[in-house]
């Protein structure tokens, strides 16, 4: 009995015939933008660690039982550079309050149809030039997190090339590993470290009475409202194309991922988390490494929950395990990944332009390539420009 409800709840999660070792690696795809960004905001907007990973932990545990793909849950990526870059004047407060208006906007933009009509009026060249620039953008910072310990990098780069397709061996587990392993090799002083990681249990506290006007007025303003187009582009429209794509049987709707962004953020602000997202890249990141299933984020998302539950105080130095060069790899892949799902948009010339000129500007910014985007394609097919 015990077995069959077992087999139940696994078919439940990780769908048909998968192999699990293969939903591990793919698990950890998305490394290679989640660790910087919490260290950072750990270490330099001295958020707390619990809050963080808890929130993270229980969203991707949720998310993956949910849509039963890897759609992820990672930082948006605006807010937390714009945090992590200005802790003098960015207070955990300011954090909070713009996850608060995140929530709310993107709840009103899914509820009132805002978020299905934009996706109507968007071109499939501009959307393929948003995921071809910012699968460039993740390879090129692949790139620069691996310059400063290149000997590590071109032996992950080798094991990732020779392992991608293996289901008996799969290359993130071994790159996690050989990591691991480099950096105690490289920094001896790690292991006796290690040795001193001790357990502490410890819960989340709620945000409740630790958001003040001032910080809803420039957690909106100066944190929130640039994340927007980048959010569209990228974590709803951008999303739902490549889940669609990738997982034709289990499709979603952009209303249904609008509308996740809202939940979510809710749960992570009363957590004291930090704001989040799904997206495209982080979806890219998982595919390439071996996950077909919301078994995935779940096993994910378990291992961020003990992190954040027992090992709050250790975070930094079990992050820190993992070599920037070998997340650097990672990232080149999800990038590799994003950038070879873009061509089949067709060989019209007016297409690729857009397409090409999407993806430069995306490279830069991803909300204003939106725009530039979409204002060429409606001005090649209105014939305003012709190329």
Request: net charge positive; proline share 4%; glycine share 12%.
């Amino acid at each position: 009995m015990q077995a069959r409800v077992f087999g139940n709840i696994r078919k439940a999660v990780f769908g048909g015939n998968v192999y699990n070792t293969t939903e591990l690696a793919g698990a950890f795809g998305d490394l290679g933008t989640l660790i910087p960004f919490v260290v950072g905001y750990i270490a330099i907007t001295k958020l707390d660690p619990v809050g963080i990973l808890v929130s993270l932990g229980l969203v991707k545990i949720f998310t993956g039982l949910y849509y039963k793909t890897p759609i992820p849950i990672q930082p948006m990526k605006a807010i937390g550079a714009a945090a992590i870059a200005n802790p003098e004047t960015i207070t955990p407060g300011m954090v909070w309050a713009s996850g608060l208006f995140t929530a709310a906007a993107w709840i009103v933009l899914a509820l009132s149809g805002a978020a299905n009509f934009l996706n109507k009026i968007v071109g499939k060249p501009v959307m393929r030039g948003i995921m071809l620039g910012l699968g460039l953008s993740f390879a090129i910072e692949g790139l620069k997190m691996m310059k400063d310990q290149w000997v590590i990098a071109v032996i992950a780069m080798v094991i990732a090339f020779l392992l991608l397709a293996s289901k008996r061996l799969p290359a993130m587990l071994v790159l996690l590993v050989m990591g691991i392993v480099s950096s105690l090799i490289l920094d001896p002083g790690l292991l006796t470290q290690l040795k001193q990681v001790s357990v502490h249990f410890k819960l989340p506290q709620f945000v409740f009475g630790q958001i003040g006007w001032g910080d809803l007025a420039i957690g909106a303003f100066v944190l929130a409202i640039p994340q927007i187009p980048l959010t569209l582009g990228n974590a709803v429209l951008g999303t739902v194309a490549e889940n669609n794509e990738l997982f034709p049987d289990k499709p979603v709707t952009v209303k249904k991922i609008a509308l996740s962004h809202g939940l979510i953020n809710i749960v992570s602000l009363v957590l004291r988390g930090i704001p989040i997202c799904h997206g495209a890249g982080g979806m890219a990141g998982h595919v390439r490494f071996g996950a077909r299933t919301g078994g995935a984020l779940v096993m994910l998302g378990i291992i961020l929950l003990v992190l954040g539950l027992f090992f709050s105080q250790s975070i930094g130095l079990l992050f820190n395990m993992i070599p920037e060069a070998v997340l650097g790899v990672i990232l080149f892949f999800a990038g590799l990944e994003l950038s070879s799902i873009v061509w089949d948009i067709g060989r019209k010339k007016e297409d690729i332009y857009v397409l090409l000129v999407t993806a430069g500007v995306a490279i830069i910014n991803i909300g204003i390539a939106f725009v530039a985007g979409l204002a060429l394609y409606y001005a090649l097919q209105k014939r305003v420009v012709k190329v």
